[in-house]
Nanobody, 122 residues
Framework: EVQLVESGGGLVQPGGSLRLSCAASGFTFSWNAMSWVRQAPGKGLEWVSGINDDGGLTTYSDSVKGRFTISRDNAKRTLYLQMNSLKPEDTAVYHC???????????????WGQGTQVTVSS
């Protein structure tokens, strides 16, 4: 059974930083591309960032480029999202998502986790 468990969310002031983690199990983690997606209150899902199977290729939405960094540790079966210079508009539930492919396919993933809440507010 595929399981994706996010952690690391919380309340942070504007300009602050957080590091999200996603622990994966139930599949061969190193064979699959992964992404982070988010959903703000009252809004639809937004793709944030993706990484291919070996971590050699990363992509970002324009809204987070230069502030967020995605990475993965295949030995630990864990996906990360380092978020710096956080803004109130980054407030959302952040989910990690798994693709059935080695490359990122936007919102066309096959599994996602329950998510972790990130709130950016003073």
């Amino acid at each position: 059974e595929v399981q994706l468990v996010e952690s690391g969310g919380g309340l942070v002031q504007p300009g602050g930083s957080l590091r999200l983690s996603c622990a994966a199990s139930g599949f061969t983690f190193s064979w699959n591309a992964m992404s982070w997606v988010r959903q703000a209150p009252g809004k639809g899902l937004e793709w944030v960032s993706g990484i291919n199977d070996d971590g050699g290729l990363t992509t970002y939405s324009d809204s987070v480029k230069g502030r967020f960094t995605i990475s993965r540790d295949n030995a630990k079966r864990t996906l990360y999202l380092q978020m710096n210079s956080l803004k109130p508009e980054d407030t959302a539930v952040y989910h990690c998502a798994k693709y059935p492919t080695t490359f990122v396919r936007g919102l066309d993933y096959d599994y996602w986790g329950q998510g972790t809440q990130v709130t950016v507010s003073s």
